[in-house]
């Protein structure tokens, strides 16, 4: 188990994102951010994955193409990105998207909503950001929503795309498949649903048996496994079957089941970063 990891596993979430934001407030000191790339948040902002300006770009870029190519977005589109953390995914699209677009960004930790607002709504008044303050023990632990009483704040079939990048791999099956069920309503017919999971099928679980996955969900939970039973939502994964029923019930048609390098598939062309994780897009009928 890495350094990190142990005191992922040991300590509670609120020391744990001090001591991991200390190094990279120190970084940013002696790092200067790149030019002309678009709004780049500070290093120690950048809660939400690596903490660098070259990651950043990249991962950026990386999801741009996959939206253009795999998932069909186009430029007047209406997206809603849950979980957008610091805006990894949303800065190439400030490019991509024409007037006729919107953009809406939600996340649970109010401190990269308020810099997307700051430093790309002023700028862009068709990309707005929106707080939820919803409870999750490593993102938001003094949250007072739940994640299972989610209304999400707009009429139904409001939006072509709703993208969750590494959200549900922090978040437990029930409350999934609450958030699906609003994703549903909010999507309009023919409107598709992006979002990466951890999977976990016989197949996967027989090499993460002999080792042979990036990750162990070594406990076993309701429903689901993680890698840290002091927080859970650190990483979790769930069952691929118990999924794709759920996708069913909803009237969520699923496109594309694109298993990633954690568990040692070959990513989609192009999406070494954002397809480590699994991907699944579905349509809504
Ligand atoms: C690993 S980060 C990914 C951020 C961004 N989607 C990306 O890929 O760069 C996970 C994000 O999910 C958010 N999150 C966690 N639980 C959530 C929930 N129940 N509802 C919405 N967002 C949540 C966290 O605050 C965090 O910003």
Redesign the pocket.
């Known amino acids: 188990m890495s350094f990190k990891q142990a005191l992922k596993n040991n300590l509670p979430a609120p020391l744990f994102h001090f001591l991991r934001d200390v190094p990279s407030k120190a970084k940013g000191l002696f790092e200067t951010k790149p030019s002309g790339q678009g709004p780049i948040p500070p290093l120690h902002l950048m809660?939400?994955?690596p903490r660098s300006y070259e990651h950043f770009i990249n991962?950026g870029n990386e999801?741009l193409e996959f939206y253009k190519t795999a998932v069909g977005v186009k430029p007047a589109d209406s997206i809603l990105?849950?979980?957008?953390?610091?805006?990894?995914?949303t800065i190439p699209l400030l490019d991509y998207l024409n007037p006729e677009a919107l953009y809406v960004g939600?996340?649970?930790?109010r401190r990269?909503i308020d810099w997307l607002l700051r430093n790309v709504t002023s700028e862009n008044r068709r990309f707005v950001f929106l707080h939820?303050d919803?409870?999750?023990k490593?993102?938001?632990p003094k949250g007072a929503l739940l994640?299972s009483r989610?209304v999400l704040p707009f009429p139904d079939a409001s939006f072509d795309i709703v993208?969750?990048?590494?959200?549900f791999?922090?978040?437990f099956p029930r409350?999934i498949a609450h958030?699906l069920s609003e994703i549903s309503r909010v999507l309009k017919p023919g409107g598709r649903v992006v979002a990466?999971y951890y999977l976990l099928n016989d197949e996967i679980l027989a090499l993460m048996q002999d080792s042979k996955t990036d990750v162990n969900f070594a406990y076993q939970l309701e429903n689901c496994r993680t890698t840290n039973p002091n927080m859970p939502?650190d990483a979790l994964a769930v069952n691929d079957a118990w999924l794709r029923r759920v996708y069913e019930d909803l009237r969520l048609q699923p496109e594309q089941f694109l298993y990633g390098g954690w568990s040692k598939h070959t990513p989609y062309p192009g999406t070494d970063t954002?397809n480590l994780q699994d991907i699944v897009i579905a349509q809504k009928k």
């Open positions: 809660f939400d994955g991962m999801t990105d849950i979980g957008c953390g610091i805006g990894r995914k939600l996340d649970i930790d990269g939820l919803i409870y999750n490593f993102y938001n994640s989610l993208a969750l990048w590494s959200v791999t922090h978040m409350d958030y990466s939502e954002i």
